[in-house]
């Protein structure tokens, strides 16, 4: 495996991390944006809705202007909602794809990463496999030699 290829894979697969995580980033502000949204449209329904048996008379003038105010303001809220919506799923969709396309890139980086290690862990079995060899046959040699000279010895003495 040339180191160059296996180089530009994993360069490609921390670009598509990157770019995966930067619209991660963008699909979670968008969901904390809708949860804001949420808890406005909430508090305004509370407040509509808050009824207490005691409340004061010179409150019955702000309360009727304050209703319409907040139904308005719930519907903005509703449609910024319906609004946002959309873009969280196409978002969403976009993060989807992004993560795809990281994880093709990450699993071709290691599997030629392992196929090169493989190759390396080959290489270096065949190197020791020659060097034991190696030392199997000199010793195979020395000790032949040995067994001559001690069979040369006996003949002669």
């Known amino acids: 495996m040339d180191p160059r290829r296996l180089s530009a894979i994993a ?6 991390k990157y770019e995966m995580e930067k619209d991660a980033r963008h699909l979670g502000e968008l969901r904390h944006r809708m949860v804001q949204l949420e808890q406005q449209r909430q508090e305004l329904a509370d407040g509509i809705s808050f009824k207490t048996p005691s409340y004061d008379a010179n409150f019955t003038p702000y309360m009727k202007q304050f209703v ?3 139904k308005a303001e719930i519907k ?7 609004q946002l919506k959309p873009e969280i799923t196409a978002m969403e969709n976009k993060v989807s794809e992004k993560f795809q396309q990281y994880k093709t890139f990450d699993i071709i980086h290691t599997s030629l990463s392992a196929e090169r290690r493989r190759a390396q ?15 199997w046959t000199q010793n195979r040699r020395l000790k032949l030699q040995q067994i001559e000279q001690a069979s040369d010895e006996i003949q002669k003495g």
């Open 121 to 135: 862990d080959a290489r270096e079995n065949a190197e020791i496999e020659e060097t034991i060899l190696w030392r």
């Open 11 to 16: 360069l490609l697969k921390r670009l598509k």
């Open 68 to 70: 319409p105010a907040a």
């Open 76 to 82: 903005s809220i509703a449609e910024n909602m319906v």
